[in-house]
């Protein structure tokens, strides 16, 4: 089979079928072609006529079935992929295509998981609802903080920044995706005195506080840490999800430990940052969602980091529209947040949000705890539909943060 | 700490520092900006001033200590990585750095990791001189295929094509990326079967084969994958780095198995095609030497696939360029290739190499084992100095090969 004989613009998927959307750009061929060389080098195709071809093969020929422009709709049978393996799956439809010399870009636009492979996987064990069960926030979008300085501080300051952080009106406190377990704060001892502080700060504010220690780190390793964390009383973890790879976070999953699992992308913009050229961030989107875990960064357009505004969104229906009854996975929005930007992130979000602000609350001139006030005080200001300056006249800490960063 | 405050351009590495070198192309800031940037997201910094930044923390701090044009050397104190953590180190050097808004690009370039952090991993168990000591090989490129068509062949078939490609000439045989475990062609059995066939192939040519079985999948069952293979008399598997992830490439090399471990890069053009963006294929393939993989993919400048000879060089410099006593890495050209291009390929990478043909061996006019046999005499002429054309009057399947490509 020749590229051109992958490409039949005749064809409707199948039910079963998985179907990917991609951009192709190609180099001294037609689109067709192009597009049909996708489609082969990605289920049974090769760049030549191959003498070992069997008929009982070529039913399983992918099919590039619809070409508009550049955007190459292309359809795979089912019998491609092996049941609940989500590495093959990706080795398949995301692998050597990328390199190609006949494309100077190709990107993986979205992807469309037919109900036989999502049911090859768990699912989000709490997603939305089950985060909203276990801090008793029925509604309003969760407010959460990353310890900063990043990297350095030792234990006892970790502990006591994340206490901070919770007495002021913070739900969740984080670590940042480059601490694992570091010298000047090893794993085990931090576990223990941030949720030691944990514990008082939910019984000093009556709330429910949770703290997401970051478990990034060989897979044994990684599962000896969370076990860790659960034995300790602790209900998250965060995983860098791309850092570590599909198949150890498939396994910490399949471990279907009773633990929240945050999913940190560190290192998703090398490959989701170029419109042309890679894979969109809703792919990985829909990848954590059928994986099971709970929640995701997905940009947040305001703020320091490059996504835009129809990225995001479309980030956010990967993880919240229906998908064969798996849970939703709340979005988290983060990256140079700060109280003045809460209203916008609420009109673009919904309130099903995490909104996760690092120096927009530790750098707040009166430090921590007032600064998680700010920012909780400007939730509220945004779900009682009042103006942030307005707010700020009777709430110091919101109009102290004003001040800062408009 | 502003951004500007991570530049110095006086500051002289230490021993222990681990080095990135990046391309950066800011927008709206200067370059020294963007530098101090980059070093600050990886290390200790943020976007605003701390309250909560410590004395001790400072000593943290990465540096940007030259720009030249877009180029930009970072040094990271050794004391922000967790030993033996390789997601942590990417996490930190390759993570959230790619998104940031005020870069239109970035490219980390290379990698420059110190003997403390080489020394908290394996390396490679078997390398060059362990591969060819297996395959009792002592000097020339070792000859490889891919089965083909890449998916589909039941596992009968499967077994019939490698051993025509053993009979005929080839070294190695190996499954393609995508194959996995699927009902057409079930793990267990193609392994049981297809090692059958090797063996038989053994005695019938006097020759060491080799069966690389693909055990890319969650992390635990590739491990079962891995030690089914080992306990059935296998000496080889295959794993796709990228779509598996770090954390169990990790784990797998952990375990220490009696096997050797080739490393597929499916997927990897997705952030490494692009010259401005992404990271370079040279850093993977240090990252696979230090974990400890065996051998690893690292383009063929002819073929279909995109990558120019410079990057190809430099991938196999890191893979066989002294580095702390590490064995180095046995470097596979592949991709598009077929019996024309061997004698250019070997004057680009010598004879430490395998050349990989899987459509240029099974789309041989003649069939497989002619196939094979024609890419196993390109190689005699090559390594004897003899031209193709002179070689080929008197070896019929080498002559046939020329005629179907050139």
Redesign the interface.
């Known amino acids: 089979m020749r590229y051109i004989d992958f490409v039949d613009l005749n064809y409707r998927p199948r039910e079963d079928d998985l179907v990917c959307d991609f951009r192709v750009e190609p180099i001294g061929i037609s689109i067709k072609e192009a597009a049909g060389g996708v489609a082969a080098e ?13 008929s ?3 039913d ?1 020929h992918a099919t590039a079935f619809m070409i508009k422009k550049d955007l190459v709709k292309i359809a795979y049978p089912i ?4 049941n ?5 799956i ?3 439809v ?3 295509i ?6 100077r870009n190709l990107r ?1 636009e979205d992807i469309h998981l037919p109900r036989r492979i999502v049911k090859g996987f768990r699912g989000p064990k709490y997603g939305i609802p089950g985060v909203r069960e276990i801090l008793r926030v029925p509604e309003r979008p969760l407010l959460g903080t990353i ?8 234990v006892q ?1 970790h502990a006591v ?1 994340a206490y901070n952080a919770w007495i002021g009106g913070c739900d969740i406190v984080k670590d940042d ?2 601490l ?5 704060n090893p794993f085990e001892d931090r576990v223990v005195k941030t949720l030691e502080m944990r514990d008082r700060a939910e019984e000093e504010t009556g709330e429910r506080k949770i703290y997401m220690v970051n478990v ?7 599962l000896r840490r969370a076990t860790f964390v659960e034995e300790q009383g602790g209900e998250y973890v965060m995983v ?1 999800i ?10 910490l999953r ?1 471990h279907d430990l009773n633990l929240v699992i945050h999913a ?1 992308r ?9 419109p042309k ?3 969109a961030m809703r792919v990985i989107a829909k990848l954590v969602r059928v994986l099971g875990l709970d929640q995701l960064h997905i940009g947040a357009v305001l ?5 835009r505004k129809n990225e995001v969104l479309e980030n956010c229906g990967a993880l919240r529209d229906e998908m064969y009854g798996l849970k939703p996975v709340l979005p988290v929005a983060s ?2 947040l ?1 109280p003045a930007l809460v209203p916008t992130l609420i009109s673009i979000f919904g309130k099903d949000l995490v909104v996760q602000a ?3 609350i ?7 705890a007032s ?1 998680a006030r700010a920012m909780r005080q400007a939730l509220e200001a945004a779900m009682s539909n009042i103006s942030l300056r307005e707010y700020s006249r009777s709430h110091v800490e919101l109009a102290s943060a004003l001040k ?2 408009r």
């Open positions: 990605s289920s049974i195709g090769t760049w030549t006529e191959l003498s070992t071809m069997q009982y093969v070529t399983l019998e491609l992929f092996e609940g393996n989500m590495p093959n990706l080795s398949s995301a692998g050597n990328f390199g190609l010399k006949a494309l993986l310890i900063k300085p990043k990297l350095g501080l030792r300051d920044v995706e480059n694992s377990s570091q010298s000047f990034t780190a060989e897979t044994e390793e990684m860098d791309l850092t570590c790879g599909w198949s150890a976070v498939q396994t399949d940190h560190a290192g998703h913009a090398a490959f989701t940052k170029n050229h890679g894979v703020g320091k980091m490059s996504e990256g140079g700060h690092g120096g927009g530790h750098g707040h001139a009166y430090g921590t600064g800062t960063w």
